[in-house]
C-alpha cells in the first residue's frame, strides 16, 4: 500500500469515530433494523431460500452452519442456538469484529469509503496490497475485517479467491458503492452476541452435534468440470474434503440429526449421496459469478436425510 493511503487512514480515523459518534447514541432508537449478508460469496443461496425453508425440518435444537460464507441462510433464519464455522480465517475474524466491536468497524471502513481517490482503480489495488500484506503478517484485526468487506464490495463479482500464497487476487469492479449499510451491521452484530462462531475445519465444527440439531452444509461446489477448483482458501476443498463431507454426512445421519446440503447437480454429488435413502431435489439457479453471462445458468441440489 502507498504510503500517502497509510498516513491518510491513521490521521482521519479519531475524524470518522466523532462522526460515528452520534450514530452510537441513536442505536437505541433502531427498529426493524434489516440482517442480511455483508460480503457478496461465491454460492451464497440467497436465490434459494425459499426452497431450503420449505425443506426444513418443523422443529429442531442447535442450529449448526460449518461453511457460513454470507450467512444467507443464517440471516433469514436467525436461529436462537446456532454454531457457525468456516475455514476462511479473515472471514471469521470480520464475522467476530462485528460481533463484538460493531463500532470500530464502522469506523475503519467509513473512513475506506470516503477517501476513495478520483483514480478508484489505483485506490483499490493500494489497499488490496495493503490487505494482503497484513495477511502474511497474520494480522487479524478490525483494520483488516474492514478491508475484507470494502475489497469484496470492490471486486469483480464479488468474488473471494486467493492464489497459493493465501493471497487475495480478484480485480476492481469499477463500483465507488458504499460499502455497508450501517443499521443492518448493527442488527447484525446484536443477533451474533449469543452465536457460537469457530473457525477451522467442517469435521471440528459438527464434533458436538447430537440428535435433533440441524446441520446446514453449504459447502464449496464440486466443479462442474472435474479438473477445475477454484480456491477461496489457499487450502482448497478438494474431491478428497468432498469425499470426507460425504462421509460425515453419514455419521451425522446416524447420531439422528437433520442434514441438508446444497451443491451443483453433477455426476460426482449424486454418486457420493444417491442410493442411500436420502431425498435429492433438482432447482435450476442463476450463477452470478460466472464471467461469461451465457453460463450464468445451471441446477443444484437439495438433499436431505429427512
Not at 192 to 208: H, R, T
Request: with cysteine.
Amino acid at each position: 500500500m502507498k504510503v500517502p493511503v497509510v498516513i491518510l487512514i491513521k490521521s482521519i480515523y479519531n475524524d470518522v469515530a466523532i462522526c460515528l459518534q452520534s450514530y452510537r447514541d441513536e442505536e437505541d432508537e433502531m427498529k426493524n433494523s434489516s440482517v442480511a449478508p455483508f460480503v457478496k460469496w461465491a454460492g451464497g443461496k440467497r436465490q434459494l431460500l425459499t426452497p431450503i425453508r420449505e425443506r426444513m425440518p418443523e422443529k429442531y435444537n442447535r442450529y449448526y452452519e460449518p461453511f457460513i460464507g454470507g450467512g444467507a441462510v443464517l440471516f433469514e433464519l436467525l436461529p436462537e442456538d446456532a454454531i457457525i464455522n468456516d475455514i476462511n480465517k479473515a472471514l471469521i475474524n470480520t464475522y467476530q469484529c462485528i460481533k463484538t466491536e460493531p463500532f470500530e468497524f464502522l469506523k475503519w471502513i467509513t473512513l475506506l469509503d470516503k477517501e476513495m481517490w478520483e483514480d478508484g482503480k489505483e485506490y483499490f489495488y493500494s489497499l488490496r496490497e495493503y490487505y494482503n500484506d497484513k495477511m502474511m503478517k497474520d494480522e487479524f484485526d478490525i483494520e483488516l475485517a474492514a478491508l475484507f468487506v470494502f475489497l469484496n464490495k470492490h471486486c469483480f463479482n464479488g468474488l473471494y479467491r486467493v492464489n497459493g500464497k493465501g493471497l487475495f487476487n480478484v480485480p476492481y469492479n469499477n463500483s465507488r458503492a458504499k460499502s455497508v449499510d450501517e443499521d443492518s451491521i448493527m442488527a447484525i452484530s446484536k443477533y451474533l452476541k449469543n452465536v457460537n462462531i469457530m473457525e477451522g475445519d467442517f469435521e471440528k465444527a459438527c464434533k458436538n452435534a447430537n440428535t435433533g440439531d440441524f446441520i446446514f452444509l453449504d459447502s464449496p461446489y464440486a466443479p462442474l468440470n472435474p479438473t477445475s477448483f477454484e480456491s477461496y482458501t489457499k487450502e482448497g476443498f478438494d474431491i478428497e474434503s468432498h469425499k470426507r463431507l460425504a462421509n460425515l454426512f453419514d455419521e451425522l445421519t446416524t447420531r439422528g440429526c437433520y442434514c441438508m446440503l446444497t451443491n451443483h447437480n453433477t455426476e460426482f454429488i449424486n454418486e457420493l449421496y444417491g442410493n442411500k435413502g436420502y431425498k435429492i431435489d433438482v432447482l435450476s439457479v442463476k450463477r452470478f459469478i460466472n464471467a461469461d453471462a451465457s453460463k450464468r445458468v445451471g441446477e443444484e441440489v437439495i438433499i436431505c436425510n429427512y
